[in-house]
């Protein structure tokens, strides 16, 4: 089954400790990026990768790191949360990198920095 | 910079009514919009895909169409169902996009469909 799978689902810490939130896509899709989605903001991009090693920034990409070593990886990396990123977090892949093609995500990730 | 607004926020009917949730954006200048579902505690599940030179795509009981010069989109359901309860929301994708295919999102329209 073709899936975009996140982890973990739910998540609570504190500031300051690092964390990790995985996404995985079994359909050998070239792009994938985060999302961050607030309420009165909608969904708005953190950092996007073309491809394998190829990565960018997108509108919110304060206070987050990404890496994309293997093309069906794409780890979210928060080195020193703060409240502030107390969100849901979306993570999505497409084929090709025209944007032509439907995006596919995963089931999110909702994080509480306490 | 896009900006995508969906109208109503919140629409409540009854079950078999047919039904219109309206998307705007403000940069006519898009190379695709997609409709989305998104279900409570899940991820968005994406229903139909307009590329900017198709005037609509039906999939079921769902139909979106895209006026690009006026920079609006509807997606029409039909004979509704208490299972399409959801918050529905609709993304666009700018032209000539340099960073990748980044989606600017509304905020979305939660439907309820009473039985």
């Known amino acids: 089954e073709a899936q975009v799978t996140q982890n973990p689902r739910y998540l609570i810490t504190v500031t300051g400790k690092k964390l990790t939130v995985t996404c995985s896509q079994n359909?050998?899709?070239?792009?994938m990026s985060w999302y961050r989605q607030d309420p009165g903001l909608g969904l708005r991009q953190i950092y996007y990768?073309?491809?394998?090693?190829?990565?960018d920034k997108g509108d919110v990409p304060e206070g987050y790191k990404v890496s994309r070593k293997e093309k069906r990886n794409f780890p979210l990396i928060l080195e020193s949360p703060s409240p502030n990123q107390t969100s849901l977090y979306f993570c999505?892949?497409?084929?090709?990198?025209?944007?032509?093609?439907?995006?596919?995500f995963g089931a999110g990730t909702r994080l509480s920095v306490l | 910079k896009q900006e995508v607004t969906q109208i109503p926020a919140a629409l409540s009917v009854p079950e078999g009514e047919n039904l219109v949730l309206n998307c705007s954006f403000t940069d006519s200048a898009i190379y695709n919009l997609q409709w989305f579902r998104q279900d409570p505690g899940k991820g968005l599940t994406s229903l139909l895909l307009?590329?900017?030179?198709?005037r609509e795509q039906t999939s079921g009981r769902l139909n979106a169409s895209l006026d690009k010069s006026s920079g609006r989109s509807t997606l029409y359901i039909a004979a509704s169902q208490p299972g399409d309860s959801a918050t529905y929301l609709c993304a666009v994708k700018k032209s000539r996009e340099t960073s990748g295919s980044r989606l600017t999102f509304g905020e979305g329209t939660q439907l309820t469909v009473n039985p």
């Open positions: 307009i590329q900017s030179s198709q």
């Open positions: 359909m050998n899709h070239e792009y």
């Open positions: 999505a892949s497409s084929r090709g990198l025209e944007g032509k093609n439907i995006q596919y």
């Open positions: 990768s073309m491809n394998v090693e190829v990565t």
